[in-house]
Structures are given as structure tokens and as C-alpha cells.
């Protein structure tokens, strides 16, 4: 059997004791991605799901952040459902013509956002279209199509000059039949202020999703881009294709 010289295991303890430092102090610098989910539903008529990765650097505790955001969305949905009797979208599609109601810094916010998304879409982007709405969901459950006519006296309520927001950060209408709806806008809205409350608490690596309606901030859990499946609107007819498209995201 044969034995090491003396300068042969000089030389391997000094590289064990090069070594072993160096791998102790790099397990202590390199942090432990760590994926924290929380899945929540229903909430805005939908589903809402949150990922943060906890890297080490997070001011506030994964879970509470999640907890953070899912509050703050939930507060959104008290003001902005149409499905909640007592919400301030409720109440604004309740008042009388004239009637100034004053708003919450969201649900004024999400206003003035409505107001100039239909001017830059020429119209297209309208949340005064409730009435109109509400007559087809009508006549669906008839399985008859509107009147021209029932067309034409709903249309007299659409339009972003039939509500006026006041420098008071007030509401009113010109006519008690007029009505809102804010589906198009207030998911997108929720996320944002939902990614703000994880970004607030230190999260660089994070995703939120309301509805189809998502935003992502750096990586995933393997320090990779997020993949976003984009599901097949007929996936039930082509079971061979569930997903139309998938995207990486950062």
C-alpha cells in the first residue's frame, strides 16, 4: 500500500482548506429561489393566480405579500363589480341624472383611464355600453335578436359625454339610465395594483394573472423567462391543441 509524501498531503489539505471556505461562503451568498403560489378564486368574476420568488432579498414575508395583493384586489372588486349591489360602480349606475357622487382615488383613476382609452380608440373602447349590453343578454334568453328600434333608444345612452367627471373628483350623469361597465378595464387595473403591492414589498421575480389579464416581473423559479400558455377559445372541438400560442416573458 502505498503512503503520500509529506508534501503531496501539505498540498491537498492547503486545497481543502482553500476549498472548503469557498464552497461554504458561496452557499451562503447564493440565495434559495423559493416559488411562494397562491391561487384565488372567484374573485372580479374570474380566477387570480400569484407566484413570487422569494430570492432573500424581499422586504416583506412571501406569503404576506400575496396576502397584500389579494386585499388590494379585493378592495378594487368591492368598488368596481357590477355583481355587488353596494359597490361604487353600483351605486353610480343607481343614480339619479344630475347627482354628484364622490369617488374613491381607484375608482376615479380607472374613470379618467376609460375616458381616455375611448378617445384613443375613437369610441371603440366605451364603458357607458352597459344598456346595450343588458338588451342582448336579454334577448339571447328570448333567443330573438333586438329591434332596430330597441337598438336605436339604447345607443341614445352610450357615449363618454353622458357621464361627467367634476374637478371634485365626483361623478354624474345625464340620464338615471345611464349605466357602466368596467370588465374591459378592471382586471388589467387590478393586476397593476396587485404587481405594485409585491413590488413595493422587494419582489423582483414575480407574476400575476386575473382573467387572462397578466403581468411578470423578472424570472420564474428556475431563473428562466415565465412561459405564458395562451389557451384555444375552441380547445373543447380540438383537444389536439390546447394552447394557440406560448410566450416568454420577463
Known sequence: MKTLSIEKKITILTAMLIICPVLIISSLIMPKRIKVYDNYAPILGTKMNIAVIDDGNL????????????????????RMS??????????????????????SNDTWQILLESIRYNILSGGAFNITVRPLLKLYKFSRKNESLPTPKQIKDKLKLIGRRQIILNKNQTISKLNSKVELDLGAIAKGFAVDMAMNELIKGGAANCFVEIGGEVRVLGNNENGEKWNIEITNPIAEKRPDSPFIDKLTLS
Open 59 to 78: 422586504r416583506i414575508p412571501a406569503k404576506q405579500l400575496i396576502k397584500n395583493a389579494i386585499k388590494k384586489v379585493k378592495d378594487i372588486e368591492r
Open 82 to 103: 357590477i355583481f355587488i349591489p353596494s359597490s361604487e360602480l353600483s351605486t353610480i349606475n343607481k343614480l339619479p341624472a344630475g347627482k354628484k357622487l364622490p369617488l
